[in-house]
């Protein structure tokens, strides 16, 4: 039988050990039968045979599995070099994780948002289909269009399409109901992204039509759906449930991990066919609802897709009888799947990122060489001595590259644990800055790129060092004092480019982490227009479906905001269908006012919520307890309204009393200032707020706002975690679905809402301040070792006469020079490097010169410092003591 290398290659060594003991027991006794002494013929055969072990190694590097055991030993000496010296090897591979862990965390994040194919079959091929007038912005597709394209188009087949179920849908189970994500979608969206149900047939690949069709009343339920509210039950096929007020057969359980849309967030998903209504028969505003996805026909491309679409569409523009509509829905665009789930903006921002990390990395295999080449100089007697028994150059720097790598290897271990540490302590911050979860679980490709960062780090660092050492002349490394031999002129030199490259790259991430830093300093000093402090937020999960023909404004808001006033601690408590800043619902009001078109964010709001907010008018009043369902409709606007309705756009007055439009009844009577809605860097737009009391059944936005989304905001002086199990109880106590609402405060609210660009000024903090560290680390190891190594000059230079301030200046001399330099390459790579970054960027100058130069300042101070201390050193050597070590 066959044995495994380690197990056969001990066999064979122990078989030829063996062979060469009889083959000498054999000469011995011929030898005695001659007559020799036992003895004497003993030490004459083992003279014919010469060098046993020598020959056994020969014999044996011949064999298939030899290197592997040459690497064996290697790695022992290397583990045994690294025992010798801890400190040494806690410095190298301290320095390695740190850059391989940052490198692996950016790289864990881009793999996941960027790089990671979506969960379909031949995901390549997905393609999203978007109608557009050649602007950024794109519309939902009509259903006319799309049965266009299905009947036309050669370059795509499958066309599907979905639509986000309005409002919260509940699936109902007894008395309660678990709040899901659904989908309606097309009967043959499954087919068209190569995922079927696990369990379950799925939906018949009808095509929709506008009588029911057979797929009518069915629904097909996501793993995570299945496994929580229906305990993993395989007999759920066949059995009515209930989702809001309808009731629906389940037909099909998707995989685990599948969701649609991809990047949706994590609550449990059903998907329900679409049925085409009567607004679906033309091409008018409520029929523009659908978001299209298709497949790539065989042997079609991106770019033969989108020249066909582009010309299917310009006949089919022509059926639009709104100007409008004609211009907005023109041109039709193509892209890839996955590209539309991540914005332009998020991809630079990783990109860029994934940059920053790869120079922390950089820098830290900088660090890492400089040290082992300080490590090959200690040890140039060794390795000359090993030299003069026989070792070649290759197997000597093959001996060094296996203690580097064996370094790495440790650090890679280490790195990992810090990147996905990290991943899982930044993970709000990541939930919040980007379109699709960062799992911190590694996959192959995460872990193909660590090894080949493990064994780069390992080559990067040790290859230059282990050249040198081994070019160094074997005669004058082994005279006395040969030690110092390799401490040439050259390589100081190299050492001390090394460190100013280090100088150089920490100055660049500095500065593009100052800009950041500055950014994030002015947004946080932007007006709100608003007050922040001492709130709590719930975004209501409202049940809509225990409302039906009940006006909620009765039953359900008014009875939650009489609980909630009279909380302990409770100033004013308000609801509001999204605050400012939130992420939870937006209505957009689409008004003609004389010959402008305006449209508006429209808000309901409850008329306390002006006490909760502070938000102040600029002209008229709030709403008060005046404005109820029996009187007068009115609305408040902000200024950003004010300005396009107004006669004098300086005078939001001039408004007030003017009708919305002009044929509606609603009649403006205050004007609020402006806030930010949507986010801290973008300016106010127009708003319209309408008061809760008056949204009534009867009124045209009841079914808009009511029941879709709403936020409880609660002004308090107590602390948020007293005050959390409170305001959750009641909710509770008003509803049990709302019990599970989102409560966090206002401040975390506006925190977030600095997105990417907190994120980024994060993570460079920690990148910039790692490399800083790095950087000076590696300046003050080099000059203690440069002292070090001329402790003896120096201490003849003070015999001669030499101050200790000459000393001083002469050791600070060399440090500002490394300084220097390395500041002012960095400089110019720092202001190439800030492009990359010139959209995270508000109310800042990309090339801001109080961010340059304090990065600078800051790198020039901290590295001066770290060199006062070997300075320091080299001014107090005492010349006798200098020269007795000698």
Known sequence: MKLPWPFASARRRDELRQEFEAHLQMAVADRVAQGEPEETARKAAMREFGNIPLVQDVTSGMWRWAWMEQFERDVHYALRQIRRSPDYGAAVVGTLALGIGAAAAMFTVVDRVLLQPTPYRDAGQLVSVQETNGSDYTWPSPWLDIQSWQAQSRTLSEIAFSAKSPGRNFLVQQANGSEVDAERVSSNLFTALGVQPSIGSGFLPERPTFAADKNAGTLVLSNAAWKELFGADRTIIGKVVKVNNDSYTVTGVMPPGFRYPEGSHETPQVWIPIQLGSDDANRSMKAMQYTVLARLSHGATLQSASKEMSLLQQHIAMEYTNARLRKDHSVVRVQNYAGVLVNRDTRTALLALQAASGVLWLIAVINATNLLLARSVTRQREIAMRGALGASRWRVMQQMIAEGLTLSCAAAVMGAGVAFGSIRLLAHELSEALPLPASATPNGLILLVLVLMTVSSALMSTAWPAFLAVRAPIDSALKQGGIRAGSSRGHHRLRSALVAAEIALSLTLLVVCGLLLRTIYTLRHVPLGFRSDHILVANLSIPSYRFTEKDMGETLYGPLLERARHLHGVESAGLISEVPLGKTFVLHLEMQLSSTTIVAFMKAVSPEIQRVFGFRMAAGRFFGPEDNANSEPVVVVNEA??????????????????????????????????????????????????????????????????????????????????????????????????????????????????????????????????????????????????????????????????????????????????????????????????????????????????????????????????????????????????????
């Open 641 to 886: 309204f004010a300005r396009l309705y107004s006669p004098d756009p300086h005078n939001p007055a001039m408004v007030l009393g003017a009708k919305l439009s002009k044929d509606s009844p609603l009649r403006i009577i205050g004007v609020l200032d402006d806030e930010r809605q949507k986010a801290v860097a973008e300016p106010a737009v127009p708003e319209v707020e309408i008061a809760i009391p008056q949204i009534t059944p009867k009124s045209g936005f009841y079914r808009a706002i009511e029941g879709i989304a709403m936020d409880l905001a609660v002004r308090t002086d107590q602390p948020a975690a007293e005050m959390i199990p409170e305001l959750r109880d009641t909710l509770r106590q008003t509803s049990p679905e709302l019990q599970n609402a989102t409560i966090t405060t206002m401040d975390q609210i506006v925190e977030d809402s600095y997105g990417s660009q907190r994120l980024a000024a994060h993570l460079l903090e920690i990148f910039g301040g790692s490399a800083l560290l790095l950087c000076i680390a590696g300046l003050y190891g080099l000059l203690t070792y440069i002292v070090s190594q001329r402790n003896r000059e120096l201490g003849v230079r003070v015999a001669l006469g030499a101050t200790r301030s000459a000393l001083l200046w002469l050791v600070m001399r060399q440090a500002g020079t490394m300084l220097l330099t390395g500041t002012v390459i960095g400089a110019g790579m720092a202001l190439i490097s800030v492009r990359f970054v010139r959209g995270f960027l508000f109310g800042v100058n990309p090339y801001d010169g109080w961010s340059l130069s304090g990065a600078a300042v800051l790198l020039l101070v901290t590295g001066l410092t770290a060199a006062y201390l070997p300075a320091r050193h080299a001014a107090h050597v005492s010349p006798v003591d200098a020269l007795r070590a000698e």
